[in-house]
């Protein structure tokens, strides 16, 4: 007798229709699988149970959603609706709530587990929720006889190809039974870090498919659950892997850009580093005025500048921020800090990117990310994959640093390797002489270009930054022998 060689089925996809999850998950959960969410009360397990239920009767699917001594229907259902996904058509058409607690009163285990089967026959169900399933684990005899009960649920529904949801709280024991059994685990937690409130998602384990490990925040928002995967995660290996030929991109500052080459090397990262007000966020937006007057899209993307007032200070020198965002050939994001989180805040900043398709942003204060980082020790890694990400995309990225030092030829890098992930440094700073206040500019590092290494002294007038066109002055100001700077001479 031969053996008989089965061929492997590939394993169908059910997105859940939560944003950023089934990122997380490659695509979605695999029907007929078995998957336990786990949480203490709170962190969302109710909200995700559903909201992935109305998800797939929205798409053509059949729902059952089943509770086991937890809250009354009609009060679940008074909460949801405010949410965007719930819609009050499809609850007993095509989504079904029951209570099963009846059947496993008096059946016990294999009660429940026949009401299930029914359920799913009767209403041909693709997709069930079994909310409460500590409950159901009181009532086995034996570990023995829980172990048995997940295994007939597993073996039928997956027959059926029915996806099940196991919602529990977490067993202070581990490991659990259930856990063992089940196609995936989902783990929900909700934890405060000082003052802040932060809700986390976890994907120990996932058959059949890669997937996106670690902690990945979520918030509960109007339209429910929306997961940020963790940034390091998502853009490691990048998407993009062949990046646009590379080009001059100047500041429009002709001495400047005579310093740099030319400009900088598309695709490349500059860090603008430099005190408060010595003038980082007005060449900033030099650079980006240049790009928009030559018909590249920019972004500027701040945390400490209104958009108003950010304009207002552009068209004072003659920038004409605001026509050039009127002609939708600049974006202006300001993301206020507050209660943000550093993923949710990368999401954004890259979903305008790809809609617009940014060919130079300018990032106003990197220490706006680090201000909301709960954990500090991402930074390092949190900016290289996103710098590799830009980098790829071949989006021109200046980004300003503030140093803590008003005064002085040194500065403290603010964050540990950051000198390695930019192509270009680009130092601000005053100097004071004879009661006067004297800003000069130095290229600090220059990848993949020749360039000016002289100090310069630049001056912010009301056309904007002025560079000086030679060393002279600056170099007047450092030996303590400053003397009034006279104009540059006309171009030949």
């Known amino acids: 007798m031969s053996d008989v060689v089965l061929e492997p089925r590939p394993l169908e996809r059910v997105p859940s229709g939560i944003a950023g999850l089934d990122t997380i998950l490659g695509g979605g959960f695999f029907r007929g699988g078995l998957y336990a969410v786990v949480g203490l009360p709170g962190t969302g397990k109710t909200i995700l149970g559903n909201q992935i239920c109305f998800h797939h009767v929205a798409s053509g699917g059949r729902a059952v959603y089943i509770t086991l001594l937890g809250e009354e229907h009609a009060r679940m259902l008074a909460y949801l609706q405010s949410l965007a996904f719930f819609k009050p058509e499809v609850i007993a058409n095509t989504l079904y709530y029951f209570s099963g607690y009846q059947a496993l009163l008096q059946g016990r285990l294999s009660g429940l587990l026949e009401f299930l089967r029914r359920a799913i026959r009767d209403h041909k169900a693709t997709m069930l929720v079994l909310d409460g399933l500590v409950t159901a684990k009181k009532f086995a005899e034996s570990e023995l006889d829980f172990k048995n009960f997940m295994h007939d649920i597993q073996v039928y529904f997956a027959a059926a190809g029915c996806t099940t949801f196991l919602l529990s709280p977490p067993d202070n024991r581990e490991p659990r039974p259930e856990d ?216 021109t990225t200046i980004f300003a640093v503030q140093t803590h030092d008003l005064f002085g030829s040194t500065s403290e890098m603010p964050i540990t390797g950051v000198p390695a992930m930019t192509d270009n440094i680009i130092f601000l700073r005053y100097v004071e002489l004879r009661s006067q206040f004297h800003r000069l500019i130095s290229l600090v590092k220059v990848g993949e270009s020749d360039y000016d290494p002289t100090i310069h002294e630049f001056q912010i007038t009301r056309h904007g930054i002025d560079v000086a066109a030679t060393s002279e002055s600056a170099e007047a100001i450092l030996t303590g022998v400053g003397r009034p700077r006279l104009p540059d001479p006309p171009a030949p």
Do not use: C
């Not at 695709?267 to 590249?296: D, I, N, V």
């Not at 204060?365 to 500090?376: C, I, K, L, T």
């Open 180 to 395: 063992t059994v089940v196609d995936g685990l989902v783990i929900l937690s909700h934890q405060t870090v000082g003052l802040r409130a932060m809700r986390e998602l976890e994907l120990p384990k996932l058959r059949g498919s890669s997937y996106l490990e670690g902690r990945h925040v979520f918030e509960i928002t109007s339209a429910g659950i929306v997961i940020h995967p963790r940034t390091e995660a998502l853009l490691a290996p990048s998407e993009i892997t062949t990046a646009p030929a590379q080009r001059r991109m100047h500041f429009g500052l002709p001495e400047l850009d005579d310093m740099l080459r030319g400009g900088l090397v598309s695709g490349s990262t500059t860090m603008l580093l430099g005190a408060a007000g010595s003038g980082k966020t007005l060449l900033g937006l030099h650079f980006l005025a240049a790009g928009a007057r030559e018909e590249q899209n920019g972004l500027y993307f701040g945390f400490y500048e209104p958009p108003a007032r950010l304009i207002a200070k552009a068209d004072q020198i003659g920038l004409d921020l605001n026509g050039h965002v009127s002609r939708g050939l600049i974006e202006v994001v300001w993301q206020p800090i507050l209660e943000s989180h550093i993923d949710i805040l990368a999401g954004r900043l890259l979903d305008v990117i790809r809609r617009k398709q940014i060919h130079r942003l300018f990032i106003d204060g990197q220490r706006g990310f680090q201000e909301v980082a709960v954990y500090p020790e991402r930074i390092g890694r949190f900016f290289t994959a996103l710098t590799n990400e830009l980098r790829a995309r071949g989006v």
